[in-house]
């Protein structure tokens, strides 16, 4: 049982390079979200989704599209990369069942935008 | 919309001194809160949580956390800390009807010299 598992754990980009983030768990987890880190502010959450086929729109959207087309996987892609995204992002991903919030967090993307 | 704030951005402690983070959340409805700590180059981990009934939580290592609810306030605690506290800690908030995502505070540094 793996968890959450993120890929890359580290990557370096160039100003207006697209890449994607991946998120992958594999405890039939309905609800999956991002979040970047950044020092002094603690998580902000950028898109969520409550179940395949289903996304929303977080505090910090901006710059960033997901898509869930399986309940295991919910990639995170950046179309052209700013060096405001340079951030640590995390996955995390928790069940349905009710009252249930926690979140179980993968363990993290370094990402530089030079 | 949720929010929460922690006072304490970074703090110093000896080892064996008593520990209280605070954390306040604006929300009007009913409430789920959280405590998270990030341990030097890992990723976020529960530390208790709250979700209804008695407002004094225990959670993990000796940490508990009370509920305060017309204070809007869930502070953590803990009465003897170690060097291997030395961590970052984030209180969050999600409505018990919520989206299974969480607000996060902006995180208290913690720094325990031995």
């Known amino acids: 049982n793996a968890g959450v598992t993120q890929t890359p754990k580290f990557q370096v980009l160039k100003t207006g390079q697209s890449m994607t983030l991946q998120c992958a768990q594999d405890?039939?987890?309905?609800?999956m979200s991002w979040y970047r880190q950044d020092p002094g502010m603690g998580l902000r959450l950028i898109h969520y989704?409550?179940?395949?086929?289903?996304?929303d729109q977080g505090e910090v959207p901006n710059g960033y599209n997901v898509s869930r087309s399986t309940t295991e996987d919910f990639p995170l892609r950046l179309l052209s990369a700013a060096p405001s995204q340079t951030s640590v992002y995390f996955c995390?991903?928790?069940?349905?069942?009710?009252?249930?919030?926690?979140?179980?967090f993968g363990a993290g993307s370094r990402l530089t935008v030079l | 919309a949720q929010s929460v704030s922690q006072h304490n951005h970074h703090v110093i402690l000896s080892e064996a001194a008593s520990l209280e983070l605070g954390c306040n959340y604006s929300?009007?409805?009913?409430?789920?809160l959280f405590w998270y700590v990030q341990y030097p180059g890992q990723h976020l981990q529960l530390l208790l949580k709250y979700f209804s009934g008695d407002p004094l939580v225990k959670g993990i290592k000796g940490f508990e956390a009370e509920f305060i609810k017309s204070k809007f306030s869930f502070n953590l605690r803990k009465p003897s800390v170690q060097w291997s506290d030395t961590a970052e800690y984030f209180c969050a908030v999600t409505s018990a009807a919520g989206r299974r995502a969480l607000t996060f505070g902006s995180g208290t540094r913690l720094q325990v010299q031995p």
């Open positions: 995390a991903s928790t069940p349905r069942v009710s009252g249930a919030n926690v979140l179980t």
């Open positions: 929300y009007g409805g009913t409430v789920n």
């Open positions: 405890m039939n987890h309905e609800y």
């Open positions: 989704s409550v179940g395949a086929g289903i996304t």
